[in-house]
């Protein structure tokens, strides 16, 4: 595997393969790898004769009280993880490579990044749509793919894919979880053991309301149940829990086209993100 840091070494190295008629799969990360990650990378070598990973820490999708300075770096353990898996190229940028003085550029898609993570994560959307954008023009790949537990950004990936013409396959991979059910994520590792139980109620709660749901229970009196399923099992506080149409995110208020159920809720030092399809029952 080839680590490159700086953008001319990167161009040159992806003409080489574009002579070679070979086509690239990227899949964008900030490290820290898990399982999750490394089931993109494999997703990407199905589909590609050649897999780009990158690993860039995106200060501009993290909020001014936000875990930019404390979120996990393990630049030489990943680089193992990714030799194991057989990537072919890795692009780690540094701040100044990707934002040289001067960088002036925001990109924001509107609407879909208003609501759900993005109303309490102000810009976060933005500094996503900014960093994958460029991410984009510098890997130029055929594909890229994105963990659907993070469905709000595969969304808004894909708005600004299909807006902005580039010719880029936008592929959702399903999420990974552990055993017990937790979506893996790199923001588990703040999870305290008793708090690591306790996160158990978010996947739980999710899966019974999505049950329900699909069996015809209403719509506001189902999600209504779920916050307080979560405070009382140790959660702090519960950003949202919401039944959206799986492509606008539009809200619902019944379950009459393909949608999902996606939640955000505080416990210890982390903040959990999870979302499942919940389809109508046809026939
Ligand atoms: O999902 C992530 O890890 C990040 O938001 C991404 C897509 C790599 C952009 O920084």
Not at 24 to 41: E, F, N, R, S
Not at 47 to 75: C, H, K, L, M, T
């Amino acid at each position: 595997m080839q680590t490159i840091h700086d953008r001319l070494t990167l161009s040159q190295t992806l003409k080489g393969f574009r002579e070679n008629d070979e086509t690239v799969a990227l899949v964008p990360t900030m490290g820290a790898l898990h399982d999750g990650h490394m089931a993109l990378v494999a997703e990407a070598r199905r589909r590609a004769n050649r897999v780009v990973v990158s690993i860039f820490v995106n200060p501009r999708q993290f909020g001014p009280n936000e875990d930019y300075e404390s979120y996990p770096r393990r630049a030489d353990s990943d680089s193992v993880k990714l030799v194991a898996a057989g990537v072919d190229l890795l692009w780690m940028p540094d701040l100044p490579e990707m934002y040289p003085e001067g960088f002036a550029t925001n990109i924001r898609v509107s609407g879909l990044p208003d609501r759900l993570c993005g109303a309490a994560r102000p810009g976060h959307f933005d500094g996503v749509a900014t960093v994958v954008a460029k991410l984009f023009n510098q890997v130029r790949p055929d594909v890229a793919i994105f963990g659907e537990k993070d469905w709000q950004q595969l969304a808004i990936i894909r708005r600004m894919a299909t807006d902005l013409d580039m010719p880029i396959d936008i592929v959702g991979f399903p999420t990974q979880r552990e055993d017990d059910g937790l979506a893996l994520s790199s923001r588990n590792a703040y999870l305290e053991p008793k708090d690591r139980a306790a996160a158990l109620a978010l996947p739980r709660a999710l899966g019974n309301a999505a049950q329900a749901l699909q069996k015809g229970a209403d719509v506001a009196l189902t999600l209504a149940a779920v916050a307080p399923m979560l405070t009382n099992a140790g959660f702090a506080s519960v950003d949202y829990v919401e039944l959206v149409d799986a492509d606008t995110l539009a809200p619902l208020d019944r379950l009459d086209r393909p949608a999902r159920l996606l939640a955000a809720a505080r416990i210890g030092k982390a903040r959990l993100i999870d979302n499942l399809a919940v389809n109508p029952i046809s026939g």
